[in-house]
């Protein structure tokens, strides 16, 4: 019998190869996409999953009072990490990080200079106890020994590798600012999915000062706790205000910590990471719905085409249940060809997503791989799919087909509407037109959105400036600094230079509290500050709304602030706080100028106090603002003079539009991923039309043969075959467009400055669905328009 259903199912494959494309192409452009979506959504979502003690790792975070609202960091103050294992002995162990990004590493070599390794990413300041918290199979040496002195460093293999040419490289020397440091240790290369991508490990004691400091925080400087098996975290929490009584209400009375727990640091949007990646949850469940919808939408094909064909196969139905067949068996047949269906789509879809991983690794920087022999949670998926897909496609039509009378299936008295689930259809049809005309919605909104990034004046001039790091050489620094300053003016194709510790705009920022002379410290508000020159705000062209701009010093000798900072402050104008002395840092200065606000981070968050100040010691980058040319001669120019000024350094620049760009990588990725699968989505749900309307097409031939002979026109019969369409594409419209409303608004509410959303936005969305379903539908329909009546007469 077996061996029989597989013939009549290949036999049925070459006699309506039409329908069997159309099933096999729905469902395997569904299930790969899911299949990619799968994989992405896994790799982000598992970050540090694997580590034994996950459950019971905590950071310590930050949070304080700001002007406005919470200010949120996952960095502590240095002197924190041993109060609190003083203070709390929940704890296990507690480990401290000082995090370094753009980090210069130097291999010393005998009589000769050392090999320069610019790192972005990877160099951190540990203490010994990071094994006793977190797991990192180390290779060679003792990791709870390799950082107890300072001066010593734990390396992973390939950068072990890289610098030396072989893995056993303990007693080997790699030197980091201006110390030489001892390799006692080689770990393994951190996993994919981690946020504590650490390459270099240094011990933490070498830069350990020992100093009572509650005041300072670095976002990059973290605390981590690994409480006691069967501890409460949140019985840890309650007694924290107690601990910031005795050591931080007298710096800080707005400052507290909290626990955060590890499986969070990936989705957190409040804190960053050492990954400098975060994505939150709502944005994981959003693909996933999104794999579900393709799946589901390519179901609905397989359902749509396999009922409306159910017509032609009502004899072989008659035939098998007048020799006996039961119902039971005729399920058994048709869930069988599902699954053939279902088992082929899976095959060629394995093969879809390989194919396409080699695009989607490099856009998403990911490691996304298809791997059969270890990853047993790629089977579960392949034979999950495989079997939901085909229950859920192949069930209905199954029942449909079985329950045919054999009279009525034998005579061909069944119609479209009583055999083909004409009503389900309908409903199935108004399913895949608001997943479709919902995917178009948030499209246009999250393309709108980033056209509203590229296009929001920030304050500041951005296009055709440089930004090139300046290294730190102390006291020493700021000469050097100031002399390549006035070289660089001298160069053709460069028209202006500042230098500064942070272009206007940037992912890093500083921030302090501030009172006016005579205050208490109490009545401090919050800034932002910047350390400039006197040509920081010409070259950014950064408009004077009054006072005067800051002199080309060393050190300060007034403030400039914005606008927000006059409001922040509760001076009724501009003028009346210019002059006033106020207290930064330990510096009481008077207001010398006011600038029109600018956006000093991303339009997530709305504009902050900002002070510009003379800081000759915090200039970290130099800007520069070219004035036409070749700009890889004018490049080559800058690098020439940087090195000779700093030979031991390794030189980078980028350009200030792209780091602006950077702010929204993230959304620009996702908006481009969900056009991609919006145009699946519709492409998908085409190919369920196009089939659905050849079925319809040709079930009707001879009404329109009628129709034809009675005088009715190629357009009036087109009319009539896209009426219903049109009438489910409404239907579908008045679903899919409040839903999307509001799950779009959900999302631009995350940002401090967004677009509205316009009518236009259902309008295009409505107006795309029904030219496509048209132009799909249109085809069929032209085609049974134009037929000769003598022959759709005689169709049968």
């Known amino acids: 019998m077996l061996q029989n259903y597989l013939q009549t199912a290949l036999r049925l494959f070459a006699r309506r190869k039409g329908a069997a494309v159309l099933n096999i192409a729905g469902l395997t452009l569904g299930i790969s996409s899911s299949l990619v979506l799968f994989l992405i959504v896994r790799q982000l979502g598992t970050f540090d999953s694997d580590q034994v003690n996950a459950e019971r790792i905590y950071r310590v975070v930050t949070h304080m009072t700001g ?22 002995p929940e704890a296990e162990e507690v480990t401290f990080l000082s995090y370094r990004s753009g980090a210069l590493v130097r291999i010393p070599e005998a009589g000769a200079p050392p090999r320069k390794f610019q790192e972005r990413r990877g160099v951190v300041f540990a203490e010994p106890t990071f094994f006793k918290v977190f797991d990192r199979p180390v290779l060679m040496g003792d990791p709870f020994k390799a950082l107890d002195e300072p001066q010593e460093a734990i390396i992973a293999r390939s950068w072990a590798m890289k610098y030396f040419g072989r893995e056993d490289v303990i007693g080997e020397t790699v030197m980091f600012d201006t110390l030489e440091y001892r390799i006692s240790a080689v770990m393994e290369d951190p996993p994919a999915r981690t946020d504590f991508p650490f390459y270099l490990m240094l011990s933490y004691s070498t830069i350990d000062e ?22 409460n975290p949140a019985l840890v929490e309650e007694r924290i205000p107690q601990f910031v009584a005795k050591y931080v209400a007298q710096n800080y009375s707005d400052m507290s910590f909290s626990l955060q727990p590890l499986r969070t640091l990936h989705f957190d949007t409040r804190y960053s990471n050492f990954s400098y990646f975060v994505i939150p949850v709502e944005v994981l469940v959003a693909l996933g719905v999104v794999a579900l919808f393709l799946l589901l939408t390519a179901c609905i094909n397989f359902i749509n085409i396999s009922t409306a064909e159910a017509v032609t196969r009502s004899k072989e139905v008659g035939v098998r249940k007048v020799l006996g067949g039961s119902r039971r068996q005729l399920i058994a ?17 394995l093969g879809i997503a390989q194919i396409a991983l080699g695009f989607v690794n490099p856009f998403l920087d990911l490691e996304l791989a298809i791997d059969f022999g270890s990853d047993g949670a790629l089977w579960l998926y392949i034979v999950g799919v495989t079997v939901s897909v085909s229950v859920l496609s192949g069930i209905y039509p199954s029942l449909v087909m079985s329950g045919f009378t054999p009279a009525s299936a034998l005579k061909n008295k069944l119609t479209k509407r009583s055999a083909a689930g004409y009503s389900l259809r309908r409903t199935l049809v108004v399913l895949q037109l608001v997943i479709s005309q919902f995917f178009i919605m948030g499209t246009i909104v999250l393309l709108g959105q980033m056209n509203y990034f590229r296009s929001y004046e920030m304050g500041f001039a951005r296009d055709a400036i440089v930004i090139v790091p300046i290294p730190d050489e102390g006291r020493t620094g700021v000469t050097k600094a100031r002399t390549l300053r006035d070289e660089m003016l001298r160069l053709s194709g460069v028209e202006a230079v500042s230098l500064g510790s942070r272009p206007p705009s940037s992912g890093s920022v500083n921030s302090t509290g501030f009172w006016f002379e005579g205050e208490d410290e109490s009545a401090g508000r919050d800034t932002h500050v910047k350390s400039v020159d006197g040509h920081y705000l010409e ?17 300060a000798t007034g403030f400039v602030v914005n606008e927000e900072f006059v409001r922040v402050s509760g001076m009724p104008d501009a003028e009346a706080l210019l002059g006033r002395r106020i207290n930064i840092w330990g510096k009481t200065l008077p207001v010398i100028g006011i600038v029109r606000d600018f956006h000093a981070v991303s339009l997530r968050r709305r504009i902050e106090p900002m ?45 200030f539009d792209d780091t602006i760009r950077e702010f929204y990588e993230g959304e620009e990725k ?10 699946l989505a519709i492409f998908i749900g085409c190919l369920g039309l196009f089939g659905l309307a050849t079925f319809m097409t040709n079930q009707r031939t001879k009404e329109v043969g009628v129709r034809k002979a009675l005088g009715a026109t190629a357009p009036s019969i087109m009319f009539l075959f896209s009426l219903e369409y049109v009438r489910l594409i409404a239907v579908g419209f008045v679903i899919a467009a409040p839903a999307s409303w509001y799950l779009m608004n959900k999302w631009l509410d995350t940002f401090a400055y967004r677009i509205n959303i316009g009518a236009s936005v259902f309008i295009t969305g409505f107006a795309t669905t029904l030219l496509v379903a048209l132009i799909t539908v249109g085809y069929k329909s032209f085609q049974a328009a134009v037929a000769n009546p003598t022959k759709s007469l005689r169709y049968e």
Not at 226 to 231: I, M, S, T
Not at 333 to 349: D, H, K, R, W, Y
Not at 636 to 651: I, L, N, Q, S
Not at 670 to 679: D, G, N, Q, R
Request: net charge negative; with cysteine.
């Open 67 to 88: 002007n406005t609202d919470m200010f949120y960091t996952p960095g502590v103050p240095t002197s924190l990490p041993s109060a609190f294992r003083d203070e709390f």
């Open 210 to 231: 020992n100093r009572d400091d509650w005041t300072s925080i670095w976002s990059d400087e973290q605390c981590y706790v690994l409480l006691k098996e069967g501890v």
């Open 539 to 555: 070259l950014y062209a950064i408009p004077l709304l009054a006072g005067r701009a800051l002199a080309d010093g060393d050190t």
């Open 670 to 679: 996702l908006s481009t991923l969900l056009a991609v699968f919006t145009f």
């Open 611 to 655: 002070v510009l100040m003379n800081n000759a010691r915090e200039y970290r980058t130099m800007s520069l603002k070219l004035a036409g040319g070749e700009v890889r001669e004018v490049m080559d120019g800058v690098k020439a003079r940087w090195e000779e000024t700093y030979p031991d350094h390794v030189f980078e620049y980028e350009f």
């Open 333 to 349: 047949q048709f869930m069988g060809e599902t699954f053939i269906v279902t088992a082929l789509a899976m095959l060629l879809s």
